[in-house]
């Protein structure tokens, strides 16, 4: 036909994830329907990233939409012309289904608003109609779409559901039946599903499965595979995922109904067949789903010590594109400066939502962030540390991505939009950083931004280097996350008082790509208070450092054998954390000369990746006496040599000490300072 040759098949990130890295699981052409036979497929393929399975490359959205426009014409039956001749016997397999699907509907509402999407033929609608509900369809096919609306004399919406005029909140109950496997992109419709649900709403869908009994056994000969117009294939476990991940609480279960249930009876008997469905491994998933917003709010009950907690005018409809996320903790003199740094970001208000999470201040800090409260949402509980913080603040967060900042930080302008837009450019990446200015006790300003090596992810032992040596650029107040893979990653381990930031951006480097922005968006203040960064020596404070980079290393190594990250990229990554609780273990206890050495050249592995023979060899010597002091003598001389200007000299010449080649360092006095003004770079 001379249409195909008009239309375009496309490569697409994984509609889940957004990665694009898969393999090849079929490559197939469509036998079961007539009007698709001619149609060629390349390839059924599942993502690497998180086990989702697409068809990849497909048909444009458009050019899919030609095509049900021309030949998909009412469920691949002839249009009929009067409601008689659609009740009549030749359109009798059409009613005999959705009987079944309305009856579906039925059980979870008896009446209300229904939109169908997807309406096809509209005989749910009809039905649902004779019932008493007040019914409302989505249909491609423009044929179909007329039929329904002209002849059946229901409201229809002709083109995608993302385009249809609704209200927000409008309705009671939403189905798709045999829909959502077609739409491109089907966490936006559910996304969509969810906002045009009011609270009591509720979702019913049914798609084919794609880990039924009937698709193994059959692979690329499946009959419903129909990878030309089935853009997705899920199983019980991404859809169920994938729903979770837009916010939905989801019931899953499984039959064959429409697909085949002939089939199954003529290979199992009752018991097995029994246990086929208990194992939902028939050929057809049924999901109904409501909005999580309750269990979400009952969650955060839990954290709230005050029953004014939360303020601020929060819409329950509307979806904001970025959540901004502040912890904060005794930030009295610094709170109000971060707030207002992101409130005069160059970023629409209506997509940005401000969360700020109180860790149990002791301070003016709630009082001052009450001032904000028209555009700030406030949550308090008793101090936990910074994992307890993120475990409040993420469940709570609505946008679709997350960006982190801490409560002593403040944002450069431009930098939401910065971050926005490039996750927006890129589906692929899962984590966005960027340069930093670090401003000193004194009150000096150091920028440092990347010069090499933007993009990267940490799951494999290139990969796993490249981020050693760039994670300074993706913590707190840096780094932006997708939601659906902060959701992936899940609870952070409470132990984690600071360090939290590090287990969220290091597995999201690994779950996803990373990218590193060469500007500089961010404001990092030192200050005596700094969890991680210490102004002087502090046995207390330095034991809770050491005690959550251990439990860093460790926490990680089980999270990443649990992701199937590479053995090997896993441990580069954990035995640098490690070696920095070690050093720190060392200095406060002390230990033997041979871990001291040990612990050293780990630290100097990962810092001088590219160091030459002879300055490892010289690195070696300069530890000779590691091999000689006890561990707190030894770390006693160091300080002593390293304050030493000939010394630190001597130190980058012969052992290749110069450890951040990669990034790019400005030194800028105090404002009103009385030096020179000139800038010092390296």
């Known amino acids: 036909m001379q249409l195909w040759k008009k239309l375009?098949?496309?490569?697409?990130?994984?509609?889940?994830?957004?990665?694009?890295?898969?393999?090849?699981?079929?490559?197939?052409?469509?036998?079961?329907?007539?009007?698709?036979?001619?149609?060629?497929?390349?390839?059924?393929?599942?993502?690497?990233?998180?086990?989702?399975?697409?068809?990849?490359?497909?048909?444009?959205?458009?050019?899919?939409?030609?095509?049900?426009?021309?030949?998909?014409?009412?469920?691949?039956?002839?249009?009929p012309h009067t409601v008689e001749e659609f009740l009549g016997d030749k359109y009798r397999e059409i009613w005999f289904s959705k009987e079944r699907d309305f009856a579906l509907v039925q059980s979870q509402k008896a009446g209300g608003r229904l939109l169908d999407i997807g309406c096809a033929s509209g005989s749910l609608l009809w039905l649902a109609r004779k019932a008493g509900f007040s019914v409302s369809g989505v249909e491609v096919g423009r044929e179909s779409a007329a039929f329904v609306k002209n002849v059946l004399g229901i409201d229809v919406f002709s083109?995608?559901?993302?385009?249809?005029?609704?209200?927000?909140?409008?309705?009671?109950?939403?189905?798709?039946?045999h829909s959502l496997e077609h739409v491109p992109n089907p966490r936006a419709v559910l996304r969509t599903v969810k906002r045009l649900l009011n609270d009591e709403g509720v979702f019913v869908a049914v798609v084919p499965n794609f880990a039924s009994w009937s698709a193994k056994s059959e692979g690329a000969r499946w009959k419903w595979l129909q990878p030309q117009n089935h853009y997705s294939h899920f199983t019980?476990?991404?859809?169920?995922?994938?729903?979770?991940?837009?916010?939905?609480?989801?019931?899953?279960?499984?039959?064959?109904?429409?697909?085949?249930?002939?089939?199954?009876?003529?290979?199992?008997?009752?018991?097995?067949?029994?246990?086929?469905?208990?194992?939902?491994?028939?050929?057809?998933?049924?999901?109904?789903?409501?909005?999580?917003?309750?269990?979400?709010?009952?969650?955060?009950?839990?954290?709230?010590?005050?029953?004014?907690?939360?303020?601020?005018?929060?819409?329950?409809?509307?979806?904001?594109?970025?959540?901004?996320?502040?912890?904060t903790y005794n930030h009295e003199r610094f709170i109000e400066e971060a707030l207002t740094s992101v409130l005069e970001q160059d970023f629409p208000r209506d997509d940005m939502e401000i969360l700020v999470v109180d860790d149990g201040s002791t301070d003016s800090t709630p009082e001052i962030v009450a001032k904000f409260a028209r555009r700030v949402r406030l949550i308090r509980k008793e101090n936990g540390g910074q994992a307890s913080a993120f475990n409040a603040g993420i469940p709570e967060a609505r946008g679709e991505i997350v960006a982190f900042l801490d409560g002593d930080d403040w944002w450069a302008q431009g930098k939401l939009k910065g971050v926005a837009e490039a996750m927006a450019c890129d589906p692929a990446l899962g984590i966005v950083g960027h340069g930093i200015v670090l401003v000193h006790r004194d009150a000096r300003q150091q920028t440092e931004v990347l010069r090499e090596g933007f993009r990267f992810r940490a799951n494999t032992?290139?990969?796993?280097?490249?981020?050693?040596?760039?994670?300074?650029?993706?913590?707190?107040?840096?780094?932006?996350?997708?939601?659906?893979?902060?959701?992936?990653?899940?609870?952070?381990?409470?132990?984690l008082r600071v360090q939290a930031d590090a287990y969220l951006f290091t597995l999201a480097a690994a779950l996803a790509e990373a990218r590193i922005l060469p500007e500089p968006l961010t404001y990092y203040r030192y200050h005596d208070e700094n969890g991680f960064q210490l102004a002087a020596v502090d046995p207390a404070r330095l034991r809770n450092k050491q005690v959550s980079l251990d439990t860093l290393a460790k926490s990680l190594a089980g999270e990443f054998a649990r992701h199937g990250i590479d053995r090997t990229a896993a441990a580069l990554i954990t035995s640098a954390v490690q070696a920095e609780a070690d050093e720190i273990r060392l200095v406060l206890e002390g230990g033997s000369p041979l871990e001291t050495f040990h612990t050293e050249w780990t630290l100097y592995d990962v810092h001088h990746p590219t160091a030459s023979a002879v300055q490892r060899l010289a690195k070696r010597l300069a530890l000779a006496p590691a091999l000689v002091l006890p561990p707190r003598a030894y770390y006693r001389f160091r300080s002593r040599a390293v304050a030493n200007p000939f010394y630190r000299l001597l130190s980058d010449r012969i052992s290749g000490n110069r450890s951040r080649e990669h990034v790019k360092n400005e030194w800028r006095p105090s404002p009103g300072a009385q030096e020179s003004t000139a800038v010092h770079k390296t």
């Open 8 to 79: 375009s098949s496309r490569r697409v990130p994984c509609p889940h994830c957004g990665s694009r890295s898969y393999e090849v699981l079929y490559t197939t052409r469509n036998v079961h329907m007539a009007g698709f036979r001619d149609v060629f497929c390349e390839h059924v393929v599942q993502c690497r990233a998180c086990g989702f399975a697409f068809t990849n490359p497909r048909l444009s959205a458009e050019d899919l939409e030609k095509y049900y426009s021309k030949f998909y014409h009412l469920e691949g039956l002839e249009v």
């Open 159 to 177: 083109g995608q559901l993302e385009d249809a005029p609704f209200r927000d909140a409008q309705f009671d109950v939403i189905s798709m039946f």
């Open 236 to 327: 019980p476990d991404s859809l169920a995922r994938m729903a979770e991940a837009e916010g939905f609480e989801s019931q899953i279960s499984s039959e064959e109904g429409r697909y085949g249930e002939e089939d199954v009876r003529a290979h199992f008997g009752g018991d097995e067949i029994s246990r086929i469905y208990e194992e939902r491994r028939g050929s057809e998933l049924i999901i109904v789903a409501r909005k999580r917003n309750a269990r979400w709010a009952a969650q955060s009950a839990a954290n709230i010590v005050s029953p004014h907690a939360h303020s601020g005018p929060i819409s329950a409809a509307a979806r904001p594109a970025v959540t901004v996320l502040v912890d």
């Open 461 to 495: 032992p290139e990969g796993a280097r490249l981020f050693r040596l760039r994670q300074s650029l993706m913590g707190t107040s840096r780094m932006t996350i997708r939601a659906d893979i902060l959701r992936r990653i899940g609870a952070v381990p409470p132990a």
